[in-house]
């Protein structure tokens, strides 16, 4: 991890660059798809939200969840990259959701630049790295 300045200009120039984006977020979808079969399934997904700690802080501090609350946030998580609803993530509906996620992130950052702290693998590194 390194604390790097994001703002919304920098995430946007890098979604708006199709070929970079595009590559990052095939290695990502690689990387996630760990039986290989070109679609990501429920249980890979949810390794990478866990990984995330999506739901097990509250500003930094570890909060005890309800199994079931922390299951059905996932499974909504999930439904949004399965656009089509056929149990399964495939690439294009990877790239499409993550794009809409990283554009509200610029959205809702706008012109503010705030201090992040940021995994060297993630895709926010990879914005801030290609800003450059």
Known sequence: MSVEIVD?????????DEEAFSVCV????????????GVLSYAE??????RLRVL?????????????EVARVY????????HDLDGRVDLEEFKEET??????MADGLGSLPLQMALEHDSLLMKAVQRQS
């Open 45 to 50: 997904m949810v390794k990478e939200l866990q």
């Open 26 to 37: 095939s290695d990502l979808f690689a990387q996630l798809d760990t039986n290989k079969d």
């Open 8 to 16: 919304g200009a920098t995430i946007l120039c890098f979604v708006e």
């Open 56 to 68: 097990e802080t509250h500003f930094g501090v570890d909060v005890k969840r309800d199994p079931e």
């Open 99 to 104: 794009k809409q996620i990283m554009l509200a």
């Open 75 to 82: 499974e909504s998580m999930f439904v949004q990259f399965d």
